[in-house]
């Protein structure tokens, strides 16, 4: 195992310290909690939005921490859920008066834990909605899930109820466009290699010199099957069309297409498979009316791609389209 860390209990501590110290302007670290939070944390009279999971997924969550986005994340050990204790400590960091959304991705701990924050925070008189993502089409259960994982609409979710809520909109409104986003968008990825969690210090799984896993989660949990490689065009149709058809995309329709690297795979190569997915919409007359490429929500340094659609409407583009300032998106300011 190669990898540029220390020791590897130190990883996600050592980590943030990182953060922290490379975005001073735009974040604050809560050690003693494990959470990161915006800098200019709790905003009087704004709906404070939160979320978290096992660190990682970098640059999610902690990396979308900022203006016209997320007001605090948790981070987990490596693909472990956060305790409740950090979920009620970011809520309370973030509470400006008009109540908190937490975004849970759909992971059996994650929903639990931050079910019973939740609870607590209610109990410490703070209005709580929560709103649990479930985008990715490639299986209904895995072993970290019931239902359907949240993965790359978490991306795209953040960002637009974040620029709702930099408004001042009440948090029932707040909630309603994030349950709206996560029922408009579908994701599927898929692995050419495994990762390695630095605990473990040897590959979660394996796979064949010319095999890759269709349906990948982010933790490396087994996809939809296994099959001989195959060019970036095909392997593009393998997930666009799951997506297309779950999504019930007709002609005339417009979306944001997401082409999302797991970690290990370089951005020349994401380029290839959105040119191919824009072959595919196109030959279908759906727009891509807005578009992003780059690795968002990774599994450490595997190497493969996740697709997202997300079917736009004017007020989907409008807080998309928002100003956003955090240390992995920033567009408009």
């Known amino acids: 195992m190669k990898k540029l860390i220390n020791k590897p209990e130190d990883v996600v501590k050592e ?36 979320s978290g999971g096992g ?8 990396g979308f921490v900022g203006m016209g986005m997320l007001d605090a994340a948790c981070p987990g050990a490596v693909f472990t859920s956060p305790v409740p204790d950090q979920m009620l400590a970011a809520t309370q960091a973030v509470n400006g008066g008009a109540g908190v959304l937490h975004i849970v991705k759909n992971y059996t701990g994650d929903v639990l834990n931050f079910e019973m924050a939740a609870e607590l925070a209610a109990a410490d008189g703070i209005q709580v909605e929560s709103v649990v993502t479930n985008d990715d089409v490639a299986v209904q259960d895995s072993l970290y899930t019931a239902g359907r994982r949240g993965v790359g609409v978490t991306v795209l979710l953040e960002k637009i109820v974040g620029g709702l809520a930099e408004t ?71 997930l666009a069309i799951p997506v297309i058809e779950d999504l019930g995309l007709k002609s005339g329709e417009q979306v944001l297409a997401f082409v999302n690297g797991m970690g290990g795979t370089p951005l020349i190569e994401l380029y290839i498979v959105f040119d191919a997915l824009h072959r595919i919409l196109h030959g279908r007359q759906i727009t891509i009316a807005r578009s992003l490429v780059g690795n968002y929500i990774t599994s450490l340094e595997m190497a493969g791609c996740s697709i997202t659609l997300l079917r736009l409407n004017d007020e989907f583009m409008k807080y998309w389209d928002a100003p956003v300032h955090t240390p992995a998106l920033r567009w408009g300011v």
Do not use: W, Y
């Open 168 to 238: 001042g909109a009440p948090l029932d409104q707040v909630a309603t466009l994030a349950r709206n986003v996560n029922s408009q968008g579908r994701s599927m990825g898929m692995a050419l290699t495994s990762c390695i969690v630095p605990a473990a210090g040897k590959p979660t799984f394996e796979l064949g010199e010319d095999e890759m896993e269709i349906g990948i989660g982010i933790h490396g949990e087994p996809g939809r099957r296994r099959v001989k490689l195959a060019p970036a065009a095909e392997i593009t149709e393998m």
């Open 55 to 62: 660190s990682g997924h970098e640059p999610m969550h902690g």
């Open 15 to 50: 980590a943030l310290a990182g953060m922290q110290a490379a975005h001073p302007d735009l974040l604050r670290v809560d050690f003693e909690q494990q959470i990161i939070v915006r800098k200019d944390a709790p905003k009087q009279g704004k709906v404070g939005v939160i």
